[in-house]
């Protein structure tokens, strides 16, 4: 199976973050909000919206072992 563009493209963002700092995979953070964006979220509040109540779908392409993060984890990893 062909793995999905945006699980690749999100797979390509380099994560510079601190390792202690990583509690989300820096491709979920990025999957998680390019997939909400196409779907209409246009706030960090809104991205953490959607990824709660897609968590079912989101999980057939990648491992939420942490859950879903928070806005603010968006707002950080997204606006660096």
């Keep these: 199976m062909e793995e999905n563009k945006l699980l690749t493209f999100a797979r ?9 700092k990583k509690l989300h995979l820096a491709e979920n953070v990025v999957f998680i909000a390019l997939v909400a964006v196409i779907c209409g979220a246009g706030t960090w509040e809104g991205i953490t919206v959607f990824g ?3 968590k079912n779908f989101l999980v057939r392409f990648i491992k939420l072992e942490n ?14």
Excluded: A, C
């Design 12 to 20: 390509s963002i380099p994560d510079i973050r601190m390792d202690m």
């Design 52 to 54: 709660r109540s897609k």
């Design 67 to 80: 859950g879903i993060p928070s806005q603010d984890t968006f707002n950080r990893f997204l606006t660096v």
